[in-house]
């Protein structure tokens, strides 16, 4: 597969899964949204340029989705607030993160998987910080916003944005590493052949 064949792929995977996932449609299926961006940024960090915003719009998108189909007005939905548009900046902290977890990801082994793990704790935790936030501080569904209300907040929610975040990356590794020993067998197959 040509390498403009495989990014189309993957591309196209991660933005049926943010899709699927983000539409909610599946009820029991969390959001995979940290997670795609994490993983935009690890598979596709050369293509960032049309890959990022393609994959934000889509984003954007489902939600006026979701949000209409409710019967609501978008720009009057609790959730769209000025916070919403920080959203971007921290799904480019996941970007990042997936990006410099590539950068530093030679082969799979266990130090491979601790450095992406450590991407994926670190970009998870400053996106948080960021989405929620600025949701928390900035849009007017908090009425009486205090340091201890928004630490509260932001360590309660943590742990479940990460969990999902991480099951969804370790399902990706998971499909990564049997691509790798397929493709590794094909070519040993065809150099015992040749």
Do not use: E
């Amino acid at each position: 597969m040509s390498p403009t064949a495989r990014n189309a792929l993957i591309f196209a995977l991660l933005a049926l899964v943010l899709a699927a996932t983000r539409l909610h449609h599946f009820a029991v299926v969390p959001d995979a949204s940290w997670a795609v961006f994490f993983l935009g940024g690890f598979y596709l960090r050369a293509q960032a340029r049309w890959a990022f915003p393609a994959l934000m719009a889509l984003a954007v998108v489902v939600d006026w989705a979701v949000i209409t189909g409710q019967g609501l007005s978008f720009w009057q939905h609790y959730c769209v607030s000025p916070a919403y548009w920080c959203l971007i900046g921290a799904y480019l902290l996941l970007w990042g993160g997936g990006a410099w977890a590539a950068q530093r990801a030679p082969t799979l082994d266990l130090t491979t998987a601790g450095r992406v793990a450590a991407a994926l704790l670190v970009s998870g935790a400053a996106c948080h910080l960021v989405a929620q936030g600025s949701f928390y501080w900035i849009s007017a569904s908090v009425a009486d916003p205090t340091f201890a209300g928004w630490w509260k907040n932001y360590s309660d929610w943590l742990p479940a944005y990460l969990g999902s975040m991480a099951l969804y990356v370790a399902i990706a590794a998971a499909v990564h590493a049997g691509v790798a020993q397929v493709s590794a067998a094909g070519a040993l197959q065809r150099d015992r052949s040749a």
